[in-house]
C-alpha cells in the first residue's frame, strides 16, 4: 500500500475513534441525566436516612403522633424529600412533595402553613400591592431542556391560597452566557417577580 494510502488509513481510524468516543460521552451524559432525575432509594428507617440525608431542614409532627422528616432543596433545587416515620423510627413512606400529583393536591382556601407542610420550604416570595396578592414560588422540574427554569407560583390573599400558577423562566442569550451566568444579585434564582395571565403559558389555575 502506498504511503498516501496509509496516511489515508489512519484518518480514517481516528475518525471512527473520535465517533465512538463522542458516541461514550452522550450515553455517559443521558445516563447521568437519568440518574439525577432518579428517585432516591426508600430508606426503612429515620437513623438510615439521617445518615444519608443528615438532619432535615424541618421536622413536622402529624396529627397522627408520626413525624415528617423535610429534605427542602430551595432555591437551586427542584426536589423536596419528604420521610414519614412512626413513634418507634420506622419509615412509613416517602415522597417527593414537588412531583406533578403532589403539585395539584394545593388548592384554593388552604392556608399558608398547609401549604409549606404540603410542599416544603419555598423558593422566595413577593407582595404585590395592585392585586393583594402574596406569592410563594419553587423551583421544579421542566420538560424543556435543563437551561429553562419552571416555578410552580401559590398566590395568597389575606393568607388563603386564591390561585396556583407556573412561570417558564428563559436565559437572555442562552444557558451559558445568560441570566444564569451572572452572580448575585443579577442573575437567577435571585430577584424574579412571578409573571401574570398575558404572559402564560399556566397549566395551573382557578
Known amino acids: 500500500m502506498s504511503g498516501a494510502g496509509f496516511a489515508a488509513s489512519g484518518l480514517v481510524k481516528k475518525g471512527r475513534g473520535a465517533f465512538f468516543v463522542l458516541l461514550l460521552l452522550c450515553a455517559a451524559t443521558l445516563l447521568g441525566g437519568c440518574a439525577a432525575f432518579a428517585p432516591p432509594r426508600p430508606y426503612t428507617t429515620e ?8 438532619q432535615p431542614t424541618r421536622r413536622w409532627s402529624n396529627d397522627d403522633g408520626t413525624s415528617t422528616l423535610e429534605y427542602a432543596t430551595q432555591p437551586f433545587g427542584h426536589t423536596c ?43 422566595s416570595e413577593q407582595f404585590f400591592k395592585l392585586s393583594g396578592e402574596e406569592v410563594w414560588d ?13 416555578l410552580f407560583n401559590v398566590h395568597f390573599i389575606d393568607g388563603k391560597v386564591v390561585r396556583t400558577s407556573q412561570t ?30 398575558g404572559f ?7
Open 47 to 54: 437513623a438510615e436516612a439521617l445518615s444519608a440525608r443528615g
Open 81 to 123: 424529600l419528604m420521610v414519614q416515620v412512626d413513634k418507634s423510627g420506622i419509615v412509613l413512606r416517602q415522597w417527593d412533595a414537588l412531583d406533578y400529583e403532589n403539585l395539584a393536591r394545593v388548592k384554593k382556601g388552604m392556608s399558608r402553613d398547609e401549604v409549606s407542610r404540603l410542599l416544603g420550604q419555598h423558593r
Open 138 to 150: 419553587w423551583n421544579i422540574r421542566n420538560e424543556y431542556g435543563a437551561s429553562i427554569a419552571t
Open 168 to 197: 417558564y423562566v428563559y436565559p437572555r442569550d442562552g444557558a451559558m452566557f445568560g441570566a444564569w451566568g451572572h452572580p448575585y444579585p443579577f442573575g437567577y434564582p435571585y430577584p424574579f417577580r412571578p409573571r401574570y395571565p
Open 200 to 206: 402564560g403559558p399556566w397549566p395551573y389555575w382557578w
